[in-house]
C-alpha cells in the first residue's frame, strides 16, 4: 500500500511540475479573467450614463418616480421637455443619449418615437426606460406589486419528491450542473487520456520490468491513475476558485451573476459517479497501453471507445426536451454513458431513483471489472515490446491466473 | 559449492509457453548466497523468462520457484536488486530524484536513500551530474546508474542482465570490483552475460540454457575439466578449419586454438594432421577449453 502511494505522489509531482501543466492550469484561469474583465469594462465604462430625455404630451410621467428599490437601481436618470424642440437642443449639443415622445394618446396606442444622434442607444437605456414608464404608470401601487408589474412573474419549478428547484431568474441554476457536467466529463477523459500515454511511456522507455519487481501492476496502474487523477483534480479546484472569485467579484457589476448559488445537489450526483466512471475508463485505457505498442496505435483505439463515452452528447436536444425518454432511460443505465446521461439529465429534471440506483450499479460493477481485466491484461502484455496483444491473447489474458 | 547450505534461490523444473512457443521447457539451478552465478545461454534461450518468472513476474507453467525460502512475497521483493536487460529509467526526469524514488519503492526511507546515495554518485563519477536529466547522461553514465538503482537500496539477490554493456574498460572494471564486492558481503548474485571471459572471471558456477532446457549446470572448473579435450592448441601452417570435428578456430600470434566437436577427440585431430599434405605443425598440445568453447560447442550440438 505504502508503495501505492509513493507512485500516486510521484506521478503527481512529476506532473505538477511540468511546463505544459502550468500553462494549462493558469492558462484557463487567465482566460476567466480576461472575460470578466472585459464584461465589467463594458458594463460599467462602456455604458453611457447621460440621461434620457422624453417630452410627455400624454401627461403621464413624472421624472422624479423610480422603481421600487432592487428594481433597477442602476437605471440611467430621466429628463422632461416641454417640447420637442428644447429636447432636440439637449440631443445635439450632447447633454442627454436620446429622446422619446409620448403622444397624447399614448394609453390607448401604446406607441412612442426615439430620437437619437448618429447611433442608437444601447439595450440597457431602453430598457430603463420601458422600467420607468412602468413605475410612472404603477406609481399607485404598493412596492411588492410595483416590482410583480415591472419585472413580470417568477416561475420557479420544484420536484414533487425533493428540494430541488430552478427559477427562471436564475437561469444558473440550469446552466451549472449542465457546465459543471461538461467540464468533468473533461477531467475523466482527460485523466484517462493521460493514463493511456503514461502506461505506453513506461513501455517505450523501458521502465516497466525493473518497477514490476518493486510493485505489482495493479499498485503501478493504480498509482498512476490516482496521481493523475489528483493532478486534474487539482486543476478544477484551481479553475474553480478563480471562477468562484471571478462570480464574486462580478456580481457588483453584472445584476445576473447576483443570483448565483452553488448547486450542491448536481455536484453530489456527479461525484457519485465521477470516481467509477473514472475507474472504467481508466481500466479500458490502461488495457489499451497494456496491449499495444506505440502510442498512436493506442490513440486510435482509445479514440474509438471515447466515442462510448460522449455518446450522450448527441441527444442534448432530446435530453432538454424530452428528459424522460425511453433512449435516455437506456443511456442511463448502460455503464458507459450513464455519466454524463444523468450528468444532463439531472440538471433538468428529477430522475426516478430505480433509475438512479440501478444505473450507479451497473456502473460500479462494469468498474470493478474493467480494473480487474486491466491489470491482467496489463501483466501479459507489459514486456511484449514490440509486439501488440491480438484479441485472442487479451481473451486468454483476461482468463490467465 | 558455495559455503552456504541453503539456496537463496531455487529453480525447479520450471516451464513457459506463449502460445505455441515453449519458451522454457525444464530449467533448474539453485543459487546459494556469496556466490556470482552465471546464467548463460544464446540469444531466444530462456534466460530472460526464467528471469521474470523467478521474480514473478510470470508466473510459470509447470514446476516450482523458491526465493528466501519460499514464494515471492512483496517484502521479499524489498530484498532483491534487478538490472533488467531491457533496461530504461524515466528519461525526462532529474538522475538523483529518480534513484532516490526507485529506491523508496524498495522500502528505503527518502533521507537515507539521498545520503547512501551519494557515496554512490561519487564513486561511479556521477556526482557532478546528479541534477541533469537523464536523457542528457551519455550510455554508459545511465549504465552506471542503472547499477546504482540495482544496487543502492542494499539488496540481498541481485539480478544483473550484461552488466558491462556500453561500459568503457575502466567502467568495466569498476562494475566487476563493485560486482565481487557485493559477492564477499555475502550476497547471491546471478549474472547473465554474453561475455564468457566475464564469466570465467566473475563466475563460480554456472547454468547453461538452450532451446529452454539446461544444458549445462555446475562448477566452471568442473565444467572445464568435463570439457577438456575438446580443444587443442596448436602452432604450425595450413588450413586447420577444414580438419574434421573441428568446431571453431581462433588464431591469434601463430597460435591456433581448435574447439573440436562433441565425439571428437584430439587424438583423432593429431592422426589427420599427421596425414595431411600442405600442414607444418610445430607445436600441438591439448588444451583446456575456455568458457566460449564450450558454449559455442555445446550450442552447436543443440542444433544439430
Given at each position: 500500500?505504502?508503495?501505492f502511494?509513493?507512485?500516486?505522489?510521484?506521478?503527481?509531482r512529476?506532473?505538477?511540475?511540468?511546463?505544459s501543466?502550468?500553462?494549462?492550469?493558469?492558462?484557463?484561469?487567465?482566460?476567466?479573467?480576461v472575460?470578466?474583465?472585459?464584461?465589467?469594462?463594458?458594463?460599467?465604462?462602456?455604458e453611457?450614463?447621460?440621461?434620457?430625455?422624453?417630452v410627455?404630451?400624454?401627461?403621464?410621467?413624472?421624472?422624479?418616480?423610480?422603481?421600487?428599490?432592487?428594481?433597477?437601481?442602476?437605471?440611467?436618470?430621466?429628463?422632461?421637455?416641454?417640447?420637442?424642440?428644447?429636447?432636440?437642443?439637449?440631443?445635439?449639443?450632447?447633454?442627454?443619449?436620446?429622446?422619446?415622445?409620448?403622444?397624447?394618446?399614448?394609453?390607448?396606442?401604446?406607441?412612442?418615437?426615439r430620437?437619437y444622434?448618429?447611433?442608437?442607444?444601447?439595450?440597457?437605456?431602453?430598457?430603463?426606460?420601458?422600467?420607468?414608464i412602468?413605475?410612472?404608470?404603477?406609481?399607485?401601487?404598493?412596492d411588492?406589486?410595483?416590482?410583480?408589474?415591472?419585472?413580470g412573474?417568477?416561475?420557479?419549478?420544484r420536484s414533487?419528491?425533493?428540494?430541488?428547484?430552478?427559477?427562471?431568474?436564475?437561469?444558473f441554476?440550469?446552466?451549472?450542473?449542465?457546465?459543471?457536467?461538461?467540464?468533468?466529463?473533461?477531467?475523466?477523459?482527460?485523466?484517462?487520456?493521460?493514463?493511456?500515454?503514461?502506461?505506453?511511456?513506461?513501455?517505450?522507455?523501458?521502465?516497466?520490468?525493473?518497477?514490476?519487481?518493486?510493485?505489482?501492476?495493479?499498485?503501478?496502474?493504480?498509482?498512476?491513475?490516482?496521481?493523475?487523477?489528483?493532478?486534474?483534480?487539482?486543476?478544477?479546484?484551481?479553475?474553480?476558485?478563480?471562477?468562484?472569485?471571478?462570480?464574486?467579484i462580478?456580481?457588483?457589476?453584472?445584476?445576473?451573476?447576483?443570483?448565483?448559488?452553488?448547486?450542491?445537489?448536481?455536484?453530489?450526483?456527479?461525484?457519485?459517479?465521477?470516481?467509477?466512471?473514472?475507474?472504467?475508463?481508466?481500466?479500458?485505457?490502461?488495457?489499451?497501453?497494456?496491449?499495444?505498442?506505440?502510442?498512436?496505435?493506442?490513440?486510435?483505439?482509445?479514440?474509438?471507445?471515447?466515442m462510448?463515452?460522449?455518446?450522450?452528447?448527441?441527444?442534448?436536444?432530446?435530453?432538454?426536451?424530452?428528459?424522460?425518454?425511453?433512449?435516455l432511460?437506456?443511456?442511463?443505465?448502460?455503464?458507459?454513458?450513464?455519466?454524463?446521461t444523468?450528468?444532463?439529465?439531472?440538471?433538468?429534471?428529477?430522475?426516478?431513483?430505480?433509475?438512479l440506483?440501478?444505473?450507479w450499479?451497473?456502473?460500479?460493477?462494469?468498474?470493478?471489472?474493467?480494473?480487474?481485466?486491466s491489470?491482467?491484461?496489463?501483466?501479459?502484455?507489459?514486456?511484449?515490446?514490440?509486439q501488440?496483444?491480438?484479441?485472442?491473447?487479451?481473451?486468454?489474458?483476461?482468463?490467465?491466473? | 559449492?558455495s559455503?552456504?547450505?541453503t539456496?537463496?534461490?531455487?529453480?525447479?523444473?520450471?516451464?513457459?509457453?506463449?502460445?505455441?512457443?515453449?519458451?522454457?521447457?525444464?530449467?533448474?539451478?539453485?543459487?546459494?548466497?556469496g556466490?556470482?552465478?552465471?546464467?548463460?545461454?544464446?540469444?531466444?534461450?530462456?534466460?530472460t523468462?526464467?528471469?521474470?518468472?523467478?521474480?514473478?513476474?510470470?508466473?510459470?507453467?509447470?514446476?516450482?520457484?523458491?526465493?528466501?525460502?519460499?514464494?515471492?512475497s512483496?517484502?521479499?521483493k524489498?530484498?532483491?536488486?534487478?538490472?533488467?536487460?531491457?533496461?530504461?529509467l524515466?528519461?525526462?526526469?532529474?538522475l538523483?530524484?529518480?534513484?532516490?524514488?526507485?529506491a523508496?519503492?524498495?522500502?528505503?526511507?527518502?533521507?537515507?536513500?539521498?545520503?547512501?546515495l551519494?557515496?554512490?554518485?561519487?564513486?561511479?563519477?556521477?556526482?557532478?551530474?546528479?541534477?541533469?536529466?537523464?536523457?542528457?547522461?551519455?550510455?554508459?553514465?545511465?549504465?552506471?546508474?542503472?547499477?546504482?538503482?540495482?544496487?543502492?537500496?542494499?539488496?540481498?539477490?541481485?539480478?544483473?542482465?550484461?552488466?558491462?554493456?556500453?561500459?568503457?574498460?575502466?567502467?568495466?572494471?569498476?562494475?566487476?570490483?563493485?560486482?565481487?564486492?557485493?559477492?564477499?558481503?555475502?550476497k547471491?548474485?546471478i549474472?547473465?552475460?554474453?561475455?564468457?571471459?566475464?564469466?570465467?572471471?566473475l563466475c563460480?558456477?554456472?547454468?547453461?540454457?538452450?532451446?529452454?532446457?539446461?544444458?549445462?549446470?555446475?562448477?566452471?572448473?568442473?565444467?572445464k575439466?568435463?570439457?577438456?579435450?575438446?580443444?587443442?592448441?596448436?602452432?604450425?601452417?595450413?588450413?586447420?578449419?577444414?580438419?574434421?570435428?573441428?568446431?571453431?578456430i581462433?588464431?591469434?600470434?601463430?597460435?591456433?586454438?581448435?574447439?573440436?566437436?562433441?565425439?571428437?577427440?584430439?587424438?583423432?585431430?593429431?592422426?589427420?594432421?599427421?596425414?595431411?599434405?600442405?600442414?607444418?605443425?610445430?607445436?600441438?598440445?591439448?588444451?583446456?577449453?575456455?568458457?566460449?568453447?564450450?558454449?559455442?560447442?555445446?550450442?552447436?550440438e543443440?542444433?544439430?
Open positions: 500500500m505504502r508503495n502511494w509513493l507512485l500516486a505522489k510521484h506521478e503527481y512529476k506532473m505538477i511540475g511540468k511546463r501543466f502550468l500553462l494549462g492550469t493558469l492558462g484557463i484561469p487567465f482566460l476567466i479573467i472575460v470578466m474583465g472585459l464584461l465589467i469594462f463594458v458594463i460599467t465604462r462602456g453611457d450614463k447621460r440621461p434620457i430625455g422624453y410627455d404630451h400624454a401627461g403621464i410621467l413624472n421624472e422624479t418616480v423610480r422603481p421600487p428599490e432592487g428594481v433597477n437601481d442602476d437605471m440611467v436618470p430621466m429628463h422632461a421637455f416641454s417640447d420637442e424642440t428644447a429636447a432636440q437642443s439637449a440631443l445635439e449639443a450632447g447633454d442627454i443619449q436620446a429622446y422619446y415622445i409620448l403622444a397624447a394618446d399614448y394609453l390607448q396606442t401604446r406607441e412612442l418615437e430620437y444622434w448618429q447611433e442608437d442607444i444601447e439595450d440597457a437605456a431602453r430598457v430603463d426606460f420601458a422600467d420607468f412602468r413605475a410612472n404608470l404603477a406609481a399607485a401601487h404598493s411588492d406589486l410595483q416590482t410583480l408589474l415591472i419585472d412573474p417568477e416561475l420557479t419549478v414533487l419528491e425533493g428540494n430541488r428547484e430552478i427559477s427562471s431568474n436564475n437561469p441554476g440550469f446552466i451549472i450542473p449542465f457546465a459543471a457536467a461538461f467540464l468533468f466529463v473533461f477531467i475523466v477523459m482527460g485523466s484517462a487520456g493521460y493514463l493511456l500515454q503514461v502506461v505506453t511511456d513506461e513501455k517505450e522507455n523501458r521502465t516497466m520490468e525493473m518497477m514490476v519487481t518493486s510493485v505489482t501492476p495493479l499498485q503501478l496502474i493504480g498509482g498512476k491513475a490516482l496521481g493523475l487523477m489528483a493532478v486534474s483534480l487539482t486543476q478544477l479546484f484551481i479553475w474553480l476558485a478563480v471562477a468562484v472569485v471571478a462570480v464574486l462580478g456580481a457588483n457589476y453584472v445584476p445576473q451573476l447576483q443570483d448565483f448559488t452553488i448547486p450542491w445537489t448536481s455536484l453530489l450526483i456527479i461525484a457519485l459517479y465521477f470516481f467509477p466512471a473514472y475507474a472504467l475508463i481508466a481500466g479500458m485505457m490502461t488495457a489499451i497501453g497494456g496491449a499495444v505498442t506505440e502510442l498512436q496505435q493506442g490513440q486510435q483505439i482509445a479514440g474509438i471507445l471515447n462510448l463515452f460522449i455518446f450522450p452528447f448527441f441527444f442534448v436536444a432530446l435530453i432538454i426536451a424530452t428528459p424522460d425518454s425511453p433512449i432511460v437506456a443511456l442511463t443505465l448502460f455503464p458507459t454513458t450513464s455519466f454524463i444523468v450528468s444532463m439529465r439531472w440538471a433538468i429534471n428529477v430522475i426516478p431513483t430505480w433509475q440506483v440501478a444505473s450499479l451497473i456502473l460500479v460493477a462494469t468498474a470493478v471489472l474493467s480494473v480487474y481485466a491489470a491482467k491484461i496489463f501483466r501479459v502484455g507489459m514486456l511484449r515490446y514490440g501488440s496483444l491480438n484479441l485472442r491473447g487479451v481473451w486468454s489474458a483476461m482468463r490467465s491466473r | 559449492m559455503t552456504a547450505n539456496p537463496t534461490i531455487a529453480v525447479a523444473s520450471v516451464k513457459k509457453n506463449f502460445g505455441q512457443v515453449k519458451a522454457v521447457q525444464d530449467v533448474s539451478f539453485e543459487v546459494y548466497p556466490e556470482i552465478f552465471g546464467l548463460l545461454g544464446p540469444n531466444g534461450a530462456g534466460k523468462t526464467t528471469i521474470r518468472m523467478m521474480l514473478d513476474i510470470f508466473r510459470p507453467d509447470g514446476g516450482s520457484v523458491s526465493i528466501l525460502g519460499g514464494e515471492l512483496e517484502a521479499k524489498q530484498r532483491i536488486g534487478y538490472m533488467p536487460e531491457d533496461r530504461g524515466y528519461k525526462d526526469l532529474k538523483e530524484p529518480t534513484l532516490i524514488f526507485l523508496t519503492l524498495k522500502g528505503m526511507d527518502a533521507a537515507a536513500a539521498k545520503k547512501e551519494e557515496g554512490w554518485l561519487k564513486r561511479l563519477d556521477l556526482y557532478e551530474h546528479r541534477d541533469k536529466k537523464i536523457q542528457e547522461l551519455s550510455k554508459g553514465m545511465q549504465q552506471k546508474a542503472q547499477l546504482i538503482a540495482t544496487l543502492l537500496h542494499n539488496p540481498d539477490i541481485i539480478i544483473v542482465d550484461e552488466p558491462f554493456s556500453g561500459l568503457d574498460p575502466v567502467n568495466t572494471r569498476l562494475a566487476k570490483e563493485i560486482i565481487e564486492e557485493q559477492r564477499q558481503a555475502g547471491t548474485i549474472m547473465s552475460t554474453h561475455q564468457m571471459y566475464q564469466v570465467e572471471a563460480q558456477r554456472i547454468v547453461l540454457i538452450n532451446n529452454g532446457r539446461t544444458v549445462l549446470y555446475g562448477e566452471v572448473d568442473d565444467i575439466r568435463n570439457f577438456a579435450g575438446n580443444a587443442v592448441e596448436l602452432e604450425g601452417h595450413g588450413d586447420f578449419a577444414s580438419l574434421p570435428g573441428v568446431l571453431e581462433r588464431s591469434q600470434n601463430g597460435t591456433h586454438h581448435l574447439a573440436l566437436a562433441p565425439g571428437t577427440n584430439p587424438q583423432d585431430i593429431f592422426r589427420t594432421l599427421a596425414t595431411r599434405d600442405g600442414i607444418k605443425v610445430e607445436r600441438f598440445e591439448i588444451a583446456e577449453p575456455s568458457l566460449d568453447d564450450i558454449f559455442v560447442a555445446v550450442v552447436k543443440g542444433k544439430r
